[in-house]
């Protein structure tokens, strides 16, 4: 899924070429933080539009099966890019339970109308 440079051994070269004091860090990270805003924009976009569907179907947000998959994604994944669990799969597990907390206020907020 990823190309071979995608890992945390790459990444932390370049960080030891490019980064000499917290400011070069803060910048970078600014940068990388704006990038994860943006697809977690879009992801959320396709989480509310997934709301749509459901207000037609089951009405309820929450697929605890999908969750599970997802979680042995983000664990396979994760080992792939080196990027240690204890940070991915916190961050991923709130991520999509606030979204399912999201989707079903607009999936209410449809049937409501
Ligand atoms: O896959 C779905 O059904 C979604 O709506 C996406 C999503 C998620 O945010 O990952 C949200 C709610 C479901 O419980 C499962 C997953």
């Known amino acids: 899924v990823f190309s071979?440079?995608?890992n945390l051994s790459r990444y932390y070269e370049i960080a030891e070429q490019t980064c000499f004091d917290i400011g070069d860090i803060r910048r970078e990270m600014d940068r990388v933080?704006?990038?994860?805003?943006k697809l977690m924009t879009e992801r959320t976009a396709y989480v509310k539009r997934a709301g749509d569907l459901k207000s037609q179907?089951?009405?309820i947000a929450d697929d605890r099966?999908?969750?599970k998959d997802q979680e042995r994604k983000i664990i396979?994944?994760?080992?792939?890019l080196e990027l240690p669990l204890e940070i991915s799969l916190p961050t991923f597990r709130e991520l999509m339970e606030t979204s399912i907390k999201?989707?079903?206020r607009h999936i209410d907020e449809l049937l409501s109308q």
């Open 57 to 59: 179907t089951t009405k």
């Open 33 to 37: 933080n704006r990038e994860i805003l």
């Open 76 to 80: 396979d994944l994760s080992l792939e």
């Open 102 to 104: 999201f989707q079903q």
């Open 4 to 6: 071979a440079e995608d």
């Open 65 to 67: 099966g999908r969750v």
